[in-house]
């Protein structure tokens, strides 16, 4: 019921934030906080604690590490029945999702963030999968998100709608962000949050299968459109 994590793997700082976004992958909603802090070694168990740096206290680490604040301390618990799948996902995936460690960086900011600021924050995630997009942001991460997921142009459509209403809160037009989610029958932020946040996470996993490098998405989804021209 335990892996080992090799010291040079535990000393890089990126590790925090892509294991702790690899556990959310793998135990998505099962998250729960202990609020005191317990340091963890190279031993990986059910209870998953992350390293931190021990000249820090909590409060001291919250403040001057803003991109993992909060994922030192959280617990996943893993049952013992999943153990070595999980084991074997965290394996597989831990170096390919290396390449998109700022993405987890900004990942791990959401959930200490207020309800309403979730939505944009998680869509600049699923933008930073695409960093070499810089115009017709909507109309490309839409395309791209549906033919990488393998959905229909309803689909297409949602993540169009669910723009806007980030569009709205990152203006500052809250009651226009929630006509919008009431329009599209979602229950709230919270659900329209929960929306974005399984098209990312689905959208993630897909990306880790294709070993995928954010700064090459323009080249790699030109390949994929093309393919996909060929088949139809």
């Known amino acids: 019921s335990a ?3 090799s010291e040079t793997v535990l ?3 990126e590790l925090i934030p892509v294991l702790s976004t690899l556990l959310r992958l793998f135990k998505n909603g099962d998250v729960r906080y202990k609020l005191i802090a317990q340091e963890a070694h190279h031993l990986i168990r059910g209870d998953i604690y992350v390293n931190y740096q021990s ?3 909590e409060l001291d680490y919250y403040e001057n590490a803003p991109s993992v604040r909060g ?3 959280r617990q996943y618990f893993i049952k013992k029945s999943e153990s070595q799948d999980f084991a074997t996902f965290i394996d597989e995936n831990i170096t390919p999702m290396m390449s998109t460690s700022h ?3 900004m990942y791990n900011m959401v959930f200490s963030s207020p309800l309403h600021l979730r939505i944009p924050l998680l869509f ?3 933008e930073s999968f695409f960093a070499d997009v810089n115009s017709e942001v909507v109309f490309r991460i839409s395309l791209y998100v549906t033919v990488l997921l393998q959905e229909s142009e309803s689909f297409r459509n949602k993540i169009k709608d669910l723009y806007h209403v980030r569009s709205c809160i990152a203006h500052g037009d ?3 962000a929630q006509k919008k989610i009431k329009a599209m029958k979602i229950f709230g932020f919270t659900g329209a949050t929960e929306q974005v946040e399984d098209i990312l996470n689905r959208l993630w996993k897909v990306l880790l299968e294709k070993n995928w490098k954010p700064s090459q998405s323009a080249e790699l989804m030109s390949s994929i459109l093309l393919h996909q021209n060929k088949n139809t």
């Open 103 to 105: 993405s987890c960086q």
């Open 71 to 73: 994922d030192a301390w």
């Open 174 to 176: 809250l009651s226009g």
């Open 3 to 5: 892996f080992e994590i």
């Open 11 to 13: 000393n890089n700082k």
């Open 124 to 126: 600049f995630v699923i």
């Open 55 to 57: 000249s820090y206290s």
